[in-house]
């Protein structure tokens, strides 16, 4: 299995990007998959996830109404619009993959990707 993200950048407070995450080596509508974030000097903290077949989602509180996570299971690809970027947004964030539930997944993920980091500039 593996799990590549990218889209990751420099943005300036308020600003947007999209991250992807294509997966490879699983049948991606059998999988929750979503994103993780770490900033430097502090855990790794669960930010968003959808079921297998986008019928549930969920969200940190911090994100909700500015990030939307969506897929696309013929194209093996998860997305993360974010909108209205915030400093504290600021992170390596991680794709993750589980053939588990929503709840299951937000503590232990299956499988992990590299990270792509995201800075926001005030």
């Known amino acids: 299995v593996q799990l590549q993200a990218s889209g990751g950048g420099l943005v300036q407070t308020g600003g947007s990007l999209r991250l992807s995450c294509a997966a490879s080596?699983?049948?991606?509508?059998?999988?929750?998959i979503g994103w993780f974030r770490q900033a430097p000097g502090k855990d790794r903290e669960f930010v968003a996830a959808?079921?297998?077949?986008?019928?549930?989602?969920s969200y940190v509180d911090s994100v909700k109404d500015r990030f939307t996570i969506s897929r696309d299971n013929a194209k093996n690809t998860v997305y993360l619009q974010m909108n209205s970027l915030k400093p504290e947004d600021t992170a390596v964030y991680y794709c993750?993959?589980?053939?588990?539930?929503?709840?299951?997944?937000?503590?232990?993920?299956?499988?992990w990707g590299q990270g792509t980091q995201v800075t926001v500039s005030s």
């Open positions: 080596g699983l049948t991606s509508s059998m999988y929750a």
């Open positions: 959808i079921s297998g077949y986008g019928r549930t989602l």
């Open positions: 993750a993959a589980g053939a588990t539930t929503i709840a299951a997944f937000k503590m232990r993920p299956d499988y």
